[in-house]
């Protein structure tokens, strides 16, 4: 039983394309991270949110806590946001989603 | 800005050996964790320590996988007797508190390979 889905699994875009990453859960969480891993594989905070929306450059990361879906945004996105974007859950540990494989050509 | 070191960056073991991941969290951070992640699948849980104790285990962390914080900065993962599918990145993470709207900060991984 998978308590965190995202989608979509892998996205492909235009440099400068608005891009959309969903993630439900199923769970009660204190709060969700967005995550980015790149090739190499180390992991970035990217938010923390327990509500509402946040904002960080071109990212934009939203939770509704009564749906249980969030979503992060990536605006005039650029070939080195290509990553591995996770959702993750923040319960007593965090619990992963598997991830959406993002890449953006120029 | 603070960081979680892990060393070393690579590990390649040969199958049956021990192994041991360190991890230097944040000075200041009371909850520590490590997370595996085998090529191509989701970031897993292992464990977390609070205290100077395991808070909580997956079902991955079997006997063969022990934690300490020998001398109160570092963070280590043993594990007794490698496997193959052992094989996989370690996250090292710290955070300030165990739940709410707290950070986590990840280390930039130890990649194991068993052979």
């Known amino acids: 039983k998978n308590e965190v889905e995202q989608s979509p699994q892998n996205l492909t875009a235009q440099e400068g394309e608005f891009i959309t990453i969903n993630c439900s859960y199923s769970v009660g969480i204190s709060a969700l991270h967005w995550l980015q891993q790149h090739p190499g594989g180390g992991i970035v905070s990217l938010f923390m949110?327990?509500?509402g929306k946040k904002k960080h450059g071109r990212l934009i990361a939203t939770i509704n806590i009564q749906e249980k879906h969030s979503s992060l945004h990536i605006t005039a996105s650029h070939p080195r946001d290509s990553a591995v974007y996770i959702c993750a859950l923040n319960t007593d540990k965090l619990i992963f989603g598997t991830g959406t494989r993002l890449q953006v050509f120029p | 800005e603070p960081e979680v070191t892990q060393t070393p960056s690579h590990q390649v073991t040969q199958m049956g050996q021990e192994v041991i991941l360190r991890c230097v969290p944040i000075s200041n951070h009371l909850y520590f964790y490590w997370y595996r992640q085998i090529l191509g699948q989701k970031v897993e849980f292992l464990v977390s320590?609070?205290?100077?104790?395991?808070?909580?285990k997956s079902e991955i962390f079997d006997d063969q996988f022990s934690v300490e914080r020998p001398d109160g900065s570092n963070f280590t993962l043993k594990i007794r007797s490698t496997k193959l599918e052992d094989s996989a990145m370690y996250f090292c993470?710290?955070?300030?508190?165990?739940?709410?709207?707290?950070?986590?900060?990840f280390g930039s991984g130890t990649r194991l390979t068993v052979v």
């Open positions: 993470a710290s955070s300030p508190t165990g739940e709410g709207p707290y950070g986590y900060t």
């Open positions: 320590f609070y205290n100077n104790e395991i808070s909580e």
């Open positions: 949110l327990s509500s």
